[in-house]
């Protein structure tokens, strides 16, 4: 069992910087990746990026490859998505997601931050 929990989601203007957090309660060490996703009004939901979680190794993807930033701090069980230089087209709801080991989709969502940045 794994539990979700975003923060730090929140009206900013175009060209400010949010860091968004996804606290992770499990019972056992059970989560090998923890993904982003955002999803626009509208649209279908986008995958961000992930880190994985006893390498640190990310991917991202290309539309927000040199402005997000995923990290990890397992002491906190805590991952993050630093976003810079943001842009009205990234105003969405942001969801944080785990893999567990040996899934093959991510399993586990967290209920959601809204992120709207003004033009």
């Known amino acids: 069992q794994v539990q979700l929990v975003e923060s730090g989601g929140g009206l900013v203007q175009a060209g400010a910087s949010l860091r968004l957090s996804c606290a992770i309660s499990?019972?056992?060490?059970?989560?090998?990746?923890m993904g982003w996703f955002r999803q626009a009004p509208g649209k279908e939901r986008e995958f961000l990026g992930y880190v994985v979680r006893n390498s640190g190794s990310t991917l991202y993807t290309d539309s927000v490859k040199g402005r997000f930033t995923i990290s990890k701090d397992n002491a906190k069980n805590t991952v993050y998505l630093q976003m810079n230089s943001l842009k009205p087209e990234d105003t969405a709801v942001y969801y944080c997601?785990?893999?567990?080991?040996?899934?093959?989709?991510?399993?586990?969502w967290g209920q959601g931050t809204q992120v709207t940045v003004s033009p």
């Open positions: 997601a785990a893999k567990t080991f040996g899934a093959a989709n991510y399993g586990y």
């Open positions: 499990e019972r056992t060490l059970s989560v090998f990746t």
